[in-house]
């Protein structure tokens, strides 16, 4: 079992999501070999589903602005 300590509030922002890459890699989710955009190689579902499971949360926004005066 491995644990890590994470200081300061972008810590699990940065290692987070590199280590998940890397395990994904390892585990052969992303095939695709090269320099390759994360975009291109690595499936967003899986990967946002590994990211909420060791705890980070994320919060979403949407607006929307119409062209037309009311």
Not at 25 to 38: E, L, R, S
Request: net charge negative; hydrophobic share 40%.
């Amino acid at each position: 079992t491995y644990t890590a300590d994470m200081v300061g509030r972008m810590a699990p922002g940065t290692g987070l999501p590199a280590s998940i890459a890397a395990l994904m890699m390892n585990d052969g989710y992303v095939t695709v070999k090269g320099v390759v955009a994360p975009e291109g190689c690595i499936d967003p579902e899986k990967f946002l589903s590994e990211f909420i499971k060791r705890g980070a949360r994320i919060h979403q926004t949407e607006t929307v602005e119409s062209l037309l005066k009311v």
